[in-house]
Structure formats: C-alpha cells, structure tokens
Antibody, heavy 125, light 112 residues
Framework: QVQLVESGGGLVKPGGSLRLSCAAS????????MSWIRQAPGKGLEWVSY????????YYADSVKGRFTISRDNAKNSLYLQMNSLRAEDTAVYYC??????????????????WGQGTLVTVSS | DIVMTQSPDSLAVSLGERATINCKSS????????????LAWYQQKPGQPPKLLIY???TRESGVPDRFSGSGSGTDFTLTISSLQAEDVAVYYC????????FGPGTKVDIK
C-alpha cells in the first residue's frame, strides 16, 4: 500500500533552516509528481511546491519562492524540502502528497491522491 | 491568479439529512481541450491529513461512499453528502488544479 512518511520537523528560530524529508513506499516513486502542502495551526491548506517525476520541472508558491527548495532522489524514493530564512508565518504542519500529475493533467500538477501524516515545523524565538 | 471561495463557512446538518457545500473559482477551471473541470474535493478529519474524495469535479475516488457526489462546471461547483453520517464530521476543501494548485478556505460540517 502507498505510504508517505515525513520527518525533519521541529522548533527553529526565525532566520534558521530546516530540511524536511518524505520517504515513499508502495508505488513507483519515479513515475509521480510530488508536492509539499502545509497547514498553519487552525488554518486551511496551502500548496507550497511541486516537482515533476524526473525533477526537471519545479514550481513554488510565491510565499516561499527564493527561500525553499524542493528536490527528490528517485533512487532513494525520497522527497525533500530545504527551508531557509524561516519566518514565524512558516509555522505549520507540512505534508508531502503524491500528485497524480501527467498524463492525467497534461499541464503539470494535479490532484493529490495520497498524503503523509505530516511533520510540524515551529518557527519561534 | 485564480481565487477560490467556499460557502458556507460552516454548517450543521441532522443525521441522515443532506449537506451541500459550494465552491466557486474566480476563473473557469474547465479545460476546453479535454472538456474536464480541474477541481477536486477533500475531507479532513481532526488530527488527520486530508483525504481525496472527488476529482475532475465529479469522479469519486475509489473507496469513497456513494453518498458523496460532486457536480458543477466552469466556475461553480457543489459537494453533496446525500445522507449525513456521524463519521462525515470534518472540514471539506475544494482545490483547483487548472493552474498552480490552490485550495478553497474550507467548510466545516457538524451534526445538528
């Protein structure tokens, strides 16, 4: 069965850095787009970034552009999110999600059919 | 940029009654080349990640009970729970994937 397990969250000071990981299993990881989506405490869902199956296409939300970097290692079935220059407003549960992507959605990112349990990132002094 | 809105913000429905949630996009999410609406619905229960319910506006994900249905086209969409069950208490989100993904603000469903 499909499993996505995030790790790497924690408490970090404003301006600090953190690297999140997502270990995937139960499907051919290299066939799928992947996304990071976050949810601030008590708030709604905010898409953060997606990466194509090969890693050649990447998009970011404006709120994280220039600070966050998404990457993947298909040999290790792993997705990553490097977060730099963290701000209080980055405090959230971060989910990795499998993106149905092409060919379902010819343009790129699509709907998210599997989600991890999430990892909490708290940015506070 | 596309803006997603949902209404109502919350609703309380008696067990066995119908619940209707609306989602509106500021631009059409109907892709003319394939005549598909790039709109999905998710359910999120407290302390859990979201769960995909509906995609392409009206296609039910495998394993989702048939009391959940999606309808609409272009800019206006509806998620209907035909007979509310206790386990349906959750927040429901719509999401467009016509452009970079964007979620609606959510609608909380409770039991009356």
């Amino acid at each position: 069965q499909v499993q996505l397990v995030e790790s790497g969250g924690g408490l970090v000071k404003p301006g600090g850095s953190l690297r999140l990981s997502c270990a995937a299993s139960g499907f051919t990881f290299s066939d799928y787009y992947m996304s990071w989506i976050r949810q601030a405490p008590g708030k709604g869902l905010e898409w953060v970034s997606y990466i194509s199956s090969s890693g050649s296409t990447i998009y970011y939300a404006d709120s994280v552009k220039g600070r966050f970097t998404i990457s993947r290692d298909n040999a290790k079935n792993s997705l990553y999110l490097q977060m730099n220059s963290l701000r209080a407003e980055d405090t959230a549960v971060y989910y990795c999600a499998r993106d149905s992507g092409p060919p379902e959605c010819s343009g790129g990112s699509c709907y998210f059919d599997y989600w991890g349990q999430g990892t909490l990132v708290t940015v506070s002094s | 940029d596309i803006v997603m809105t949902q209404s109502p913000d919350s609703l309380a429905v008696s067990l066995g009654e119908r619940a209707t949630i609306n989602c509106k996009s500021s631009q059409s999410v109907l892709y003319s080349s394939n005549n598909k609406n790039y709109l999905a619905w998710y359910q999120q229960k407290p302390g859990q990640p979201p769960k995909l319910l509906i995609y392409w506006a009206s296609t039910r994900e495998s394993g989702v009970p048939d009391r959940f249905s999606g309808s609409g086209s272009g800019t206006d969409f509806t998620l209907t729970i035909s007979s509310l069950q206790a386990e349906d208490v959750a927040v429901y989100y719509c999401q467009q994937y016509y452009s970079t993904p964007l979620f609606g603000p959510g609608t909380k469903v409770d039991i009356k």
